[in-house]
């Protein structure tokens, strides 16, 4: 299982609670989309995962950005996802920034707000934050392997899933 989450904005600890601590204690692995604040916060994901990978954000302090890249790409379950914290001409932007990788997955953050868009070639996805929803609801997204890819969740922390969607290994 792939857990995604973004802009934890925290200075001590990663912000977890219910569902999304569960989520990463499960994961086989976790993918953040930046914003984590401080060397602290990353380092408690770290442990707190069993395998991270990670963005840094705009809000990420000198010593969390030199140790981060701002964009990465992955392969799970043969989806290629390619991860930045955000890109300059919204969605537009993001949708060529995964072209430019070859990915099926785009997972960005930045708006706190939880986003699947389906609607381009390449899906794009925003987990919101778990801990600094900032108007929106805490979530996070679940992603698990099936045989032609991801079926994907996007949740809150209370354990309430409010969208659905799937991706598939091109």
Known sequence: MLVVLSDTHATEDPSLVG????????????????????????????????????????????????????????????????????????????AMFGRERGADLVVSGHTHRPLVDEEGAVTLLNP?????????????????????GLVGRLETVDGDVFERFEIGNE
């Open 128 to 148: 919101g934050s778990h801990a600094d929803p900032r108007g929106a609801r805490q979530s996070f997204a679940v992603l698990e392997p099936t045989a032609d």
């Open 19 to 94: 569902a999304a601590t569960d989520a990463v204690d499960d994961a086989e692995l976790v993918l953040h989309a930046g914003d984590f604040t401080t060397e602290t916060v990353l380092d408690a994901f770290h442990d707190a995962a069993a395998d991270l990978r990670a963005v840094h954000g705009n809000r990420d302090s000198d010593a969390v950005t030199e140790r981060l890249p701002t964009a990465t790409t992955l392969t799970y379950a043969g989806v290629r996802i390619a991860a930045t914290h955000r890109r300059r001409g919204g969605a537009t932007g993001l």
